[in-house]
């Protein structure tokens, strides 16, 4: 089968997850911090194994993940520079989940744009927008529903930048 940048933004539209989740900080649990996730879930792993190798890109997890019905395989794509080139490709091509890959990429464009190690510069009010932007798109409540005051400072927020 010949895999094709339509065939893919189409399977991934349908198929596919862009994520930024939020957790408690490890060390100092008073801070959150963000990840970021794009994934790709099928029950055909024979696809998931062309579209992985076409990508380049992610990890092809082939032990199932059990559901009722059938088993289920996956592609994650965890770095930020990877998701970065993913939805810079794929971005334009897009339908369903244009808007949540926009807010996702402007997310990692502001994190990689940092110099050195883009993980110890401090959240700034618009990841948190980016956060909540996605959970409304996504359909979730968010955790809070508080307004964020621009003069606050908040536990995932260290200095504005």
């Not at 065939?7 to 900080?25: Q, T």
């Not at 194994?49 to 059990?66: H, M, W």
């Not at 989940?97 to 990689?112: G, M, P």
Request: contains cysteine; proline residues 3%; aromatic residues 10%.
């Amino acid at each position: 089968m010949d895999i094709t940048d339509e065939y893919i933004a189409g399977f991934f539209d349908g198929e596919g997850c862009v994520s930024l989740m939020k957790h408690r900080s490890p060390s100092t649990k008073s801070h959150y911090i963000y990840n970021t996730i794009v994934i790709i879930t099928n029950s055909n792993l024979q696809v998931l194994r062309d579209i992985r190798t076409k990508l380049g890109l992610g990890i092809l997890n082939e032990k199932p993940i059990s559901t009722r019905n059938k088993a289920v395989y996956s592609i994650a794509i965890r770095r930020q520079e990877e998701i970065k080139t993913f939805l810079n490709r794929f971005l334009p091509l897009l339908r369903v989940k244009k808007a949540e890959a926009t807010l996702l990429l402007e997310y990692i464009n502001r994190r990689l744009s940092f110099e050195g190690d883009y993980r110890r510069f401090p959240y700034i009010e618009r990841d948190e927008e980016i956060y909540r932007e996605l959970k409304t798109i996504k359909g979730f409540r968010s955790h809070s529903k508080a307004k964020v005051n621009p003069s606050k400072k908040y536990s995932w927020q260290t200095e504005n930048i």
